[in-house]
């Protein structure tokens, strides 16, 4: 009965984060690649089908297999990745222009998001 439980928990946490990457591909201060990686170890724990289906994934599915055979990311996946949240947030902050603090608080999140990902392991490849 536990296991069960622990199954469907599993389950159901992985379609949220996969939920989650989803819409932060589209909104700039959700990051997408935390998400997927916890969605990828929900269902590599309670789903093969739904964890190969991920990898599978015509977007996500390289990096993701990449990250989870050896932790690291290409460098071109790395830099496009930091010059999307760059060009995200600063449309964000022009369009907020004189609301000074919420200004400062996307600085605030693209720099906790830029440290983030510049700090991810690179591949040799």
Known sequence: ????????????????????????????????????????????????????????????????????????IRRKIKNKVMMLIIATFSISIFILSGRTGLQLMLVCFCTILLTFVWRLKESKE
């Open 1 to 72: 009965m536990r296991t069960k439980i622990k199954h469907a928990l599993l389950i159901c946490l992985g379609w949220l984060f996969v939920l989650l990457g989803a819409v932060g591909a589209i909104l700039p201060l959700l990051p997408t690649t935390p998400f997927l990686i916890l969605a990828l170890a929900c269902f590599a724990e309670s789903s093969p089908r739904f964890h190969r289906m991920l990898l599978a994934n015509k977007w996500f599915g390289p990096p993701l297999a990449q990250w989870e055979s050896s932790k690291t």
